[in-house]
């Protein structure tokens, strides 16, 4: 069936501009730490609040099954609405933990109608070639997630006032242009009734249990990698005296994640997202057990370094979300997507903590370390045998 051509383009665009409210907190963080009073912890708070908001809403939506029971463009747009005012309710002089914590846990909450219902919508409009439209999507939302940091990195405004209004606007602007111009998929098939064991005949399908777990592995290591990757420029340039904008090159970073999104997608239309998925963690996890080694090298490698990682560890991501969905039963794909985001962000949550605390323990250079148990244990379920 062919497509009409502005679904996928406005789709990516639209992905763009709302996750672009994921890290706006992150960027952001000098100025809401003089607002709340908060230290070093605050880098935990802030992204772990978002990503127990996002859990907490695909579990809600997983439940329900809200995205395959309603219309996946209207969710879409009503949540852009919703996670754009909670980034706005930071737009204060003053912040006080709580009123932090909430604001961040709503914002979250939101997103857990604009990421997986993102994807569940190209999959009603992709039923081949699914991972290469995934790819776009995906990186997209790498992208979303890097902008905040270029904002910042700018210096548009002396305080955070620019990235929360920025941010906030074209998360408005996306969802307006996803229900205004992407109707229902062909290949859509709604449920009518809500299924209680939907979650657990999902996960008794091998293709299914085997891509989840998977992406589990690879979201131990994702959200971690990048909510430190200032902590790890900011070490680097403390141990070696060298100079560089710290939200620029995370900007950077993150955002070349969004191009191998892309190029995995195209190689994945060639030779399967299962390959591409499994050397993608192959290679970050490699990066994770080299990672103090990193640290030791001239400025320009050291970056080269961190950028390749910073690649390897978003381009399976797509390529996962792919292999579930199409392993799936079409009625149940965006509950299955959502259920699957829901268990990967809480691990998320694990890694990122985990790191918190490590970073006032020991050398910072050595707490990537630690990320390598995700690739290695989603590697091994990997490995297993399941036709593909």
């Known amino acids: 069936m062919k497509h009409k051509p502005h679904i996928l383009p406005i789709l990516i665009l639209a992905q763009f501009a709302c996750t672009s409210l994921w890290f706006a907190g992150n960027a952001i963080i000098d100025d809401i730490a003089l607002k709340t009073g908060l230290g070093p912890e605050i880098i935990g708070y802030v992204l772990s609040s978002v990503q127990f908001g996002f859990i907490t809403g695909t579990l809600v939506f997983a439940f329900l099954m809200i995205a395959d029971r309603f219309s996946p463009s209207k969710i879409f747009f009503i949540c852009a609405l919703l996670a754009a005012a909670c980034n706005l309710s930071l737009f204060t002089e003053v912040l006080s933990k709580w009123q932090l914590l909430f ?5 979250g909450f939101f997103l857990a109608g604009i990421y997986p219902i993102g994807m569940k919508i190209a999959a009603d409009y992709y039923e081949n070639g ?10 997209a939302l790498v992208l979303g997630t890097s902008f905040p940091y270029l904002l910042s990195g700018l210096e548009l405004n002396s305080n955070s006032d620019t990235v929360l209004i920025i941010t906030s606007a074209i998360a ?21 009734n809500i299924k209680i064991k939907a979650g657990i005949a999902l996960f008794k399908i091998p293709k299914f ?7 589990f592995g690879h979201m131990w290591e994702l959200y971690a990698f990048w909510a430190f990757t200032p902590l790890a420029l900011h070490t680097y340039a403390s ?4 100079t560089f904008s710290i939200p620029l090159l995370t900007f950077a970073i993150i955002a070349l994640g969004g191009l191998s999104c892309v190029l995995g997608g195209y190689v994945a239309d060639k030779i399967g997202s299962h390959k591409i998925a499994y ?18 090298l ?25 292999l579930i969905a199409n392993a799936a039963p079409p009625e149940l794909k965006g509950t299955g997507l959502t259920l699957v985001n829901c268990f990967g962000f809480a691990i998320s949550i694990i890694s990122i903590q985990l790191l918190t605390l490590l970073a006032e323990q020991i050398n910072p250079t050595l707490i990537f370390l630690f990320l390598s148990i995700g690739p290695l244990l989603g590697l091994i379920f990997m490995t297993k045998k399941t036709a593909y």
């Open 103 to 107: 604001a961040r846990f709503g914002t």
């Open 130 to 139: 699914l991972g290469k439209a995934l790819g776009f999507l995906v990186g």
């Open 172 to 192: 408005i602007i996306g969802g307006v242009l996803v229900v205004l111009f992407v109707p229902n998929g062909p290949f859509r098939k709604k449920s009518t």
């Open 209 to 215: 249990r085997q891509a989840a777990i998977g992406y």
């Open 239 to 242: 141990v070696t005296n060298a």
């Open 279 to 296: 050397y993608a963690l192959l290679v970050s996890g490699v990066f994770c057990i080299i990672s103090p080694l990193l640290f030791k």
């Open 298 to 322: 001239p400025a320009l490698l050291f970056l080269i370094g961190w950028s390749f990682w910073g690649m390897a560890v978003t381009a399976d991501s797509p390529q996962f979300s792919s």
